[in-house]
């Protein structure tokens, strides 16, 4: 158990939906990644936060968005879903700031199944 | 940019044998962390091992051992004695350790599987 917790864990939705999924970062993390692992694909880095603040995006198609709350916990909002949107998607987490330097050890949570139908 | 080799897609493996996964690398930065993760069948990403390119001493928790070598930029996992449960995909990753923001750079996997 790497301490992350993602809900919901399974998930199924018709295109044109919008989901949300909820992350809980390792407790003392301030540091929330989410990236997306689609069918036999490698794993995307989407975006991450630093206790509150968006420090880094990456591949995150705009009907996407996420934030971090003030407790820290982190939503990965979906939009107009499309079938290509069908993937896992991880929220993992970390102590530090990448963008402070001196390394990171980032665990992930067992994440969150999106099938859109 | 960083990136993250693994040569090979798939590994076979005897029970209770030893098997190496290679990796390399290709940074231009001096200070970086490398790691192993296993996802095995439930998708998991499970951290294995973490090795940081300052330290010469090669990494070890317990069966899992890595060979780092800095020069050649290439960092293998060792599996020693195998067993069922290692069977999974076993992806290589790569972080900068001078700021800059997240790079975890990820490899495309070596599926292991454990024979009896």
């Known amino acids: 158990d790497s301490g992350v917790t993602q809900t919901p864990k399974h998930l199924i939705t018709a295109t044109g939906q919008r989901v949300t999924l909820r992350c809980s970062p390792r407790s003392g993390d301030l540091s929330v990644y989410w990236y997306q692992q689609s069918l036999d694909q490698g794993l995307q880095f989407l975006i991450q936060?630093?206790?509150?603040?968006?420090?880094a995006k990456g591949n995150i198609l705009e009907r996407f968005s996420a934030q971090q709350f003030p407790d820290l916990h982190s939503e990965l909002n979906l939009s107009s879903l499309e079938l290509g949107d069908s993937a896992l998607y991880f929220c993992a987490s970390s102590v530090r700031d990448p963008w402070a330097g001196g390394g990171n050890t980032i665990y992930f949570g067992e994440g969150s199944w999106l099938t859109v139908v | 940019a960083q990136t993250v080799t693994q040569s090979q897609p798939e590994m076979s493996v005897q029970e209770a044998e030893t098997v190496t996964l290679s990796c390399t690398y290709d940074?231009?930065?001096?200070?970086?962390?490398l790691f192993w993760y296993k996802q095995p069948p439930s998708r998991q990403m499970i951290l294995v091992i973490r090795?940081?390119?300052?330290?010469?001493q090669n990494a070890t928790e317990n069966r899992f051992s890595v060979n780092f070598q800095k020069a050649a930029k290439s960092f293998s996992l060792k599996i020693s004695d195998s067993q069922l449960g290692d069977a999974a995909m076993y992806f290589c990753a790569y972080i900068g350790g001078t700021g800059g923001g997240n790079k975890l750079t990820f490899g495309t996997g070596t599926q292991l599987k454990v024979e009896l």
């Open positions: 090795q940081e390119a300052y330290k010469q």
């Open positions: 936060y630093y206790n509150g603040e968006e420090r």
């Open positions: 940074t231009s930065e001096s200070d970086y962390y």
